[in-house]
């Protein structure tokens, strides 16, 4: 059994420092035997920030890729290209990077979907079933299996996903787009999730273009199939079309259905409104109307180093400090808001029972030298350390000034 006391801690806005005590990986009340001291220096702790919506098994593959239009049809047919090469070692070591990556940036549970068709088959989830158990000591991964080539339209598709789930994979995943009926893939969906329990993850309603949405086939099979609150859906760029009289209705059908919404920054941003130039739109789901609505929602990184996402450094304060930018969210109110979309609200997207600095919560949290809460977001702070279970897994060591003494430059001789 393993003990730490951490003295000089912050927490929230708190005015004075206070301690936490941890015994066996669990936030406790009081300690049963002696203790490790950590001081703290009055800095912040938080729980582990949480990944609702990566893709491991696509990281790190631009180079392998040819960005010419910056649209979602080019990105997936360029990883199709690429996903031909995937190999077991390829995918792993592609996914370890990232996640070495997501560790040192304070993240401790992540969700990640992985692609499976009768191309790549279950390469990827093999790949990302290594990763989960070797990384176990640092970050709890969740593996969510999905269609990303379409699933009616593509026949074995269905099979290997059965497959896939019958070995464990935690999540069921949809891209209903990506088929000639989108909404009888829902309804599949739903039907594979109920016969094997297990929650739902959907790619949805990616444009800026209101025709065509299928929120509402979600939102009406999740009422039929008594999926409440065990329903995500990413993207739903579509969303940012509607007018506000419109958006507040379908938020508040989301909130009552129980259906969760993940925005994805990055992604986002760089694939749509590529054909407007002027007055271009931010398209970005609007979370802070669907949080008033009542709507459980997260921020995520959905793709690092691809053709659907170019760049990123798998930091989640930086993806919610982008959102505040685009969405401008500024007050330490809004600021709070955009760090729990990574932190609280996306443990309770992903139904974490023990999340918290509370006892009886998991000891996974992460340190930061800042003022409040809110500043974690607006100076996209970097963490200090963070812990997994009550162990220490990283630590980001101060940047130092190194000064030196100038020596006075002779004066020119006026005469």
């Given amino acids: 059994m393993n003990s730490l006391e951490l003295i000089n801690v912050r927490v929230g806005d708190a005015p004075t420092p206070s301690r936490l005590l941890i015994e ?13 001291t950590l001081d703290l220096g009055g800095r ?22 040819q960005l ?9 047919a360029q990883t199709r ?23 040192t940036q304070g993240t401790t549970h992540m969700r990640t979907h992985v692609e499976i068709d009768p ?26 299996v999905f269609p990303q080539e379409g699933m009616l339209d593509n026949p074995g598709t269905e099979a290997l996903l059965c497959q896939a789930l019958d070995e464990g994979a935690e999540v069921l995943g949809g891209c209903p787009y990506t088929d000639s009926d989108p909404q009888a893939q829902i309804r599949r969906l739903f039907e594979l999730a109920v016969a094997y329990d297990r929650d739902l993850d959907l790619h949805l309603d990616f444009d800026l273009q209101v025709a065509g949405m299928t929120l509402g086939e979600v939102i009406r099979c999740t009422h039929e199939h008594g999926w409440q609150g065990r329903v995500t859906v990413g ?17 508040r059908a989301l909130a009552e259905a129980g259906v969760q919404v993940t925005c994805l920054p990055a992604t986002d941003l760089f694939l749509t409104g590529r054909d407007r130039f002027h007055d271009k739109p931010r398209g970005l789901a609007p979370l802070a109307q669907l949080h008033q609505c009542g709507v459980t929602c997260s921020l995520s990184s959905n793709n690092i180093g691809n053709p659907f996402t170019p760049y ?41 029972p023990d999340y918290g600095l509370e006892p009886g919560c998991r000891a996974d949290f992460v340190v930061f030298d800042v003022p409040s809460p809110a500043e974690v977001v607006g100076r996209i702070a970097a963490p200090l350390m963070g812990f997994k279970r009550g162990r220490q897994t990283f630590v980001r060591p101060a940047a130092e000034l190194l000064r030196s003494e100038l020596k006075a430059l002779p004066v020119p001789d006026a005469g």
């Fill in 44 to 65: 912040l702790v938080l729980p582990g920030l949480i990944e609702t919506h990566i893709h491991l098994d696509k990281a790190c593959i631009l180079s392998r890729c």
């Fill in 24 to 36: 066996d990986g669990h936030f406790v009340s009081r300690l049963r035997q002696p203790a490790a």
């Fill in 312 to 352: 990123g450094d798998a930091s989640l304060v930086r993806q919610a400090n982008l959102y505040a930018n685009v969405a401008q969210l500024g007050t330490p109110q809004e600021l709070l808001l955009c760090l729990g979309w990574i932190s609280r609200s996306s443990a309770r997207l992903l139904r974490l």
């Fill in 119 to 144: 191309g790549i088959g279950l390469t990827g989830l093999r790949a990302v079933r290594r990763l989960q158990s070797d990384y176990a000591w640092a970050v709890t991964l969740e593996i969510c």
């Fill in 68 to 76: 010419r239009q910056g649209t979602l049809a080019e990105a997936i």
């Fill in 81 to 103: 290209q690429a996903k031909a090469g995937f190999t077991e070692a390829d995918v792993y070591a592609r996914g370890a990077a990232v996640l070495e990556q997501a560790i």
């Fill in 235 to 251: 993207h739903v760029t579509k969303l940012s079309a509607l007018p506000q009289a419109e958006l507040l209705a379908m938020g």
